[in-house]
Each structure stands twice: as structure tokens, then as C-alpha cells.
């Protein structure tokens, strides 16, 4: 990628796409995406409001998608990029504010990483293996709740959901009763449509839960994550609030989605999940390749271009917002061999499914350790677990803003 001399506007051979939604398979994106990665990689994208006039860009393959996320001259500030779906609710003036202090997501450098330096080290594979114990011990309390359940069980509702919460809850201490009222606002900011009210309802009782739990750290920091945020003083409470709301928002459905979906994948591919079984050493790649074929992040990561760039022969002007499809790229054939197979034995290495660069996902090592727990956890402990209904009955999350399935009704066999 280069960066251009002034030069006219390159011509635009392909009509504007819109983002594609429609999926045939529950576990394939939509397939308009593989024909544009081969005829038009860098895609001409409609926006659905502002701000600003630049134009849209739809980036499908993965050398690209890696291209972009790992540049500094394409922005993640909320207020340049624009909307590729409909905003949740009707506006007639998209004009979003700056990221507030803190909320390191929507910022760029050095503020981002002045941020982000503090989190680091819980998060490392060394921070997060010391989490292990724990995953396991609530991992098996949630599996021995499902053993006496009587009929079909929803596993979203009776072991994801209620383990990745805890999971995150326990390590940034987030105590047991602020737990339920924080996930399930933020389940509401999790949808790509909610009121006016909604949004208004949900961002308050977040702040207050999150301003009331800052204050109490304050007051007796303790040894979790949140804690050691409260006591830098070099912190306001309204930045350790955002760096909270930043880290809950970011990690509470997205290893759920990933936990049921994938075990949704892995009974629908009954000869993976035999080798799995059969081959426990290969759970690790199995979830790599779990999270490379299903890619939760189904609406793709956006960034705004600070000045023109040349991006595999297509002129992204200063002002353009760019959406790259992980999901498009985690199964570009230029890549991965077979992309379009679940094949648990094969190479993932090189997925954007936790993004890439700068702002790649400060959570993938606790996801891993979670779903690599939780699975074969799961599988070893009901090996007769099968879906109580038709895979065609199981409900999708394609409107929400990670993928995933709303409801897993399982037999456990048990
Ligand atoms: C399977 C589970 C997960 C998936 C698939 C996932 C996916 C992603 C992706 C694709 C990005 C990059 C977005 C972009 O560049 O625009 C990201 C960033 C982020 N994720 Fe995750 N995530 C997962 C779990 C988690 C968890 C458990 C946490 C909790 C700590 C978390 C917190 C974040 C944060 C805070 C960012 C922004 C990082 C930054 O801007 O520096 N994620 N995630």
C-alpha cells in the first residue's frame, strides 16, 4: 500500500454494495462476499448516514483487511466513520462524539495505547493462565447444573451466557449483584436496533452500576483488575468507568457467542467433533479454527482514512470510511486452504477473527482460555449431547452486532 500524489478520483467500475446480511448456512457468511473478494476486493460500499460525505469501501480479502487494521493512516475515532447498516434507530443527523475519556476502543494513538498500556498484563497468555483454575471450577458447576436438568436445556441461557459473564466478572471484580443489571443493558447495546428510551435507559443504569463499583474500588481496591484501575491515581473515575464499560462491552457475549455457536458447528459436524474427541490434544486449534470459520464479528471492523491511500489499485480518499469483512477474509482461499470447511485439523494461523493491529482484541487470550476449557469440558462430560431440535429451527443472531445463535436447545443425554 502506497501512499498517492495528487491525482484525480480512479475511475469506479462496480456498482455500490450494500453490506451483505443474507446468509444460506448458519455457519457460511453471506455468499455475496466470496464472489466480491474474487471480482471486486476493495467495493464501492453504500453508507447509511454520515458523518461527513467521504464514500464507502467494502475490503474483503484478507491481505487487504490485514493492510488496513495494521496502517495509521486509517482512523478508528467514532467521530469520522461512517454507517454501513441502518443506525439503531431512525436520525436525521448522524454526528457522533469524540470517544469520552477512557473509552480507549474508538480512539487512536498515543491516546489508545496510553490506555491500553494499563491493561496489558492481565491479559498476557501468562496473566490469563492464571485464570485457568477458576474457568475450570465454574465451568464444572455450570456442567453439573446441566447434568440434572430434566428434557432439553438451552445451553445459551444455562451455560455460556452465565460462564463468560462470571468469567470476566471474577477477573475485573465486578461484584454478584451488579452482574445480572450490567449484562443484560449491555445486552440491549449488543442489538443493531433499540428506542431512543432503550439506549437511554440502558447507558444509565451502566454508568450508575459502573460509577457506584469505581467508587467502591476506590475505597478498597483489592486485587482484581477494576481495583488495581482505581487505585492509579494518575485516573479519573469518569476514565476508570470507560476503561470498565469498554472491557465489559467488548468480552460479555462475544465468548458466549463463540462458546454456543461453535458448539452448535461442532454438532453439526459430526466427524470434527468425533476427532476431538478422539484427539483431545487438538482442542486448541480446533477453537482456532472455530474462530476463523464462524468469525462472530459479522458486521466486519470500520476505520475512516486520514488522508488518500492506494489500497490493492483502488484510491481510498481522506474521509472514507472503510469496512473489512473478517468474516470474508477469515475465508479467503488465497489464505486458508479449503476456507470454507470446518476441518479442525487444519492450519488457522493469520485469522482476523480478534482483528488485527493496534486494536486487535485486548480479550483473545481470555476467549481462548475460556473456549478451550469450556468445549471439550462440555463434550467429554456429555458425550451423548445432541440438539433437542432441526439445526434449521435454531434461532441466529444476525441482528445483533456479534453473530452467534440467541437459543442452543440441547439433549445432554444425560
Ligand atoms: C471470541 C471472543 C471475541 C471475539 C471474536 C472478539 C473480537 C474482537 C475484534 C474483531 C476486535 C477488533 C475490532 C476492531 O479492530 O475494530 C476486538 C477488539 C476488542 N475486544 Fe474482543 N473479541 C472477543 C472477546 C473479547 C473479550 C473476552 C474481551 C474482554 C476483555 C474483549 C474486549 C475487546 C476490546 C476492549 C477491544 C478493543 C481493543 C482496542 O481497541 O484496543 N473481547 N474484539
Not at 454501513?84 to 462524539?97: A, G, K, L, V
Not at 479519573?236 to 470498565?244: K, L, P, S, W
Amino acid at each position: 500500500m502506497t501512499q498517492l500524489p495528487d491525482a484525480g478520483p480512479a475511475p469506479v467500475a462496480h456498482p455500490p454494495v450494500t453490506l451483505p446480511s443474507a446468509r444460506t448456512c448458519p455457519f457460511d457468511p453471506p455468499p455475496e462476499y466470496a464472489e466480491l473478494r474474487e471480482t471486486c476486493p476493495v467495493a464501492p460500499l453504500a453508507l447509511t448516514v454520515g458523518p461527513g460525505d467521504g464514500a464507502g469501501w467494502l475490503v474483503t480479502g484478507l491481505a487487504d483487511v490485514r493492510a488496513v487494521l495494521s496502517d495509521r493512516r486509517f482512523s478508528h475515532r467514532n467521530e469520522l466513520i461512517a454507517l454501513p447498516i441502518p443506525p439503531p434507530f431512525p436520525m436525521t443527523d448522524y454526528d457522533p462524539p469524540p470517544a469520552a475519556p477512557g473509552a480507549f476502543i474508538k480512539m487512536d494513538q498515543p491516546d489508545h495505547s496510553r490506555y491500553r498500556r494499563l491493561l496489558t498484563r492481565r491479559f498476557t497468555m501468562r496473566g490469563v493462565a492464571a485464570l485457568t483454575p477458576m474457568i475450570t471450577r465454574l465451568t464444572e458447576e455450570y456442567l453439573d447444573a446441566l447434568a440434572g436438568a430434566d428434557g432439553p436445556v438451552d445451553l445459551v441461557s444455562t451455560f455460556a451466557e452465565p460462564l463468560t459473564v462470571r468469567v470476566m466478572c471474577e477477573m475485573l471484580g465486578v461484584p454478584e449483584p451488579l452482574r445480572e443489571p450490567l449484562a443484560g443493558h449491555l445486552a440491549v447495546l449488543s442489538r443493531t436496533h433499540y428506542t431512543v428510551e432503550e439506549l437511554i435507559e440502558a447507558c444509565t443504569v451502566i454508568a450508575e452500576a459502573l460509577q457506584d463499583l469505581v467508587a467502591a474500588k476506590r475505597a478498597d481496591p483489592g486485587t482484581d483488575l477494576l481495583g488495581e484501575l482505581a487505585a492509579d491515581d494518575g485516573l479519573t473515575d469518569e476514565e476508570v468507568v470507560n476503561i470498565a464499560w469498554a472491557l465489559l462491552g467488548g468480552g460479555f457475549d462475544t465468548t458466549a457467542n463463540m462458546l454456543a455457536l461453535g458448539t452448535f458447528a461442532l454438532l453439526a459436524h459430526p466427524d470434527q467433533l468425533a476427532l476431538l474427541r478422539a484427539r483431545p490434544e487438538l482442542a486448541d486449534n480446533a477453537v482456532e479454527q472455530l474462530l476463523r470459520y464462524l468469525t462472530i464479528s459479522h458486521l466486519g471492523a470500520s476505520r475512516a482514512a486520514l488522508e488518500d491511500v492506494e489500497l490493492n489499485g483502488t484510491r481510498i480518499k481522506a474521509g472514507d470510511t472503510v469496512v473489512l469483512a473478517l468474516s470474508a477474509a477469515n475465508r479467503d482461499p488465497g489464505h486458508f486452504d479449503a476456507p470454507d470447511r470446518l476441518d479442525i485439523t487444519a492450519e488457522a494461523q493469520g485469522h482476523v477473527a480478534f482483528g488485527h493491529g493496534e486494536h486487535q482484541c485486548i480479550g483473545q487470550n481470555l476467549a481462548r482460555a475460556t473456549l478451550r476449557t469450556a468445549l471439550p469440558m462440555l463434550f467429554d462430560r456429555f458425550p451423548a449431547l445432541h440438539l433437542a431440535t432441526r439445526a434449521e429451527e435454531v434461532p441466529l443472531r444476525s441482528d445483533m452486532l456479534h453473530y452467534g445463535v440467541h437459543e442452543l436447545l440441547v439433549d445432554t443425554g444425560a
